[in-house]
């Protein structure tokens, strides 16, 4: 696969992840809200480096679009490599962000409790990376079925 075509599948994968988190976020109380970890990450980094913060729903585009971007960039990595491993590669990825996102935050100095208030938000969360990866190795698949 080029770099063009991993990078696009890469950017499909982490606009699925995003509009999975944005349709279910407010279903119940349990469910991940990685928005809330992403905007506090996002005050910190700006905070660290003399930059202020943006508010509101400045705050909430800001962290949405670097979030797009980072995980389109991570899920690229998926397409390079053999592409009879793909989809284990997909699996290794989403699964490794996920855990990532679940235990990360505290040693960040984040506070953790968006992803990990219960269980089902830990697995959720971990669920909802390995979606994006999934959905970057489909598209991976079929871009290279057209070549």
């Not at 696009?8 to 944005?22: D, K, S, V, W």
């Not at 390079?80 to 990360?104: E, M, N, S, Y």
């Amino acid at each position: 696969m080029t770099a063009t075509k991993n990078l696009l599948a890469g950017l499909g994968g982490a606009i699925a992840l995003n509009l999975l988190h944005e349709s279910l976020k407010r279903l119940n109380g349990d469910m991940p809200r990685i928005d809330k970890l992403g905007e506090e990450a996002l005050q910190k980094a700006l905070d660290k480096i003399g930059l202020p913060a943006p508010e509101g729903n400045n705050l909430y585009l800001a962290t949405l679009g670097a979030d797009v971007v980072s995980n389109a960039l991570y899920y690229s990595a998926i397409g390079v490599g053999d592409p009879k491993h793909l989809w284990a590669r997909a699996i290794g990825l989403g699964i490794t962000a996920g855990t990532g996102a679940v235990t990360l935050p505290e040693e960040m100095g984040l506070d953790a409790t968006p992803v990990v208030k219960t269980t089902m938000t830990k697995s959720l969360t971990i669920g909802y990376y390995l979606f994006g990866a999934l959905v970057t190795a489909g598209i991976l698949k079929a871009m290279g079925s057209r070549d």
